[in-house]
């Protein structure tokens, strides 16, 4: 897959369509969403480099049913890419920055069409993204927020209710790449009630997009994988910097 962090979403959708074709004959699909997130040491992004990793079973949707319908985009572009044989990316920031705000921009808007942007957007109880960092997260929301002609405050609000607070172990996780958009899913599907939906922006450099629309199954609410990812992160510990230096090394 040539759209970097989009592999686990395409991966996902393709397993869906084997079960919804017939071709499964019941069988379940293991999805597993993991990668080795390591910037070269020095390089700008270092900081937000993380580890992560979500396996999904793809059978009867009790925790969360797919829709169908998405909306993808999708454009040319060197944003971020690691050459055949090199260990580390090959990163153009605000090229990358760019290309991703256009994205959700564009899938969301496509995702509303021609209905009211509010009423649209109220039909989800919460928006998950790809989060390579929280901040480029937040400045995706606003370029969509002034596109639909909201206000700063407006925009603030709706990023405050509706996309931050999924984020809260993303935070902590760091950019997992193919997996950052579904630990921010796991996290946003803890506690909904059956038939709430998500909103779920994928994007890998590239560079390819999709919006899918989730629902939450009967099984969303109690989130039987929230305890032991509370307890890995809390059972991480500090190091110094010489001693990330030596592993690094």
Known sequence: VKHACYGGTLALRQATEWRLSGAAQDRAALVIAAD???????DPGEPTQGAGAVAMVVEKPEVAAIDPVSFPWSEPAFDFWRPVGESFPRVQGQ???DCYKRAAER???A???RRDPEAALAEFGAFCFHVPFPKMVKKAVFRLGEALGWTPERIAAFFTEKVD????WNRVSGNAYTASLWISVASALRGLKLGERIA????GSGFGAE???????PKAAAAAWARDIEEDLEGRGLIDAAAYAALRA
């Open 111 to 113: 995702l509303i069409g």
């Open 95 to 97: 090229l990358s920055l």
């Open 165 to 168: 607070p999924t984020m809260i």
């Open 200 to 203: 779920a922006f994928s994007y």
């Open 36 to 42: 080795v997130a390591l910037y070269e040491p020095g």
């Open 107 to 109: 899938c969301f808007t």
């Open 211 to 217: 919006l899918l629309t989730l629902i939450a199954g």
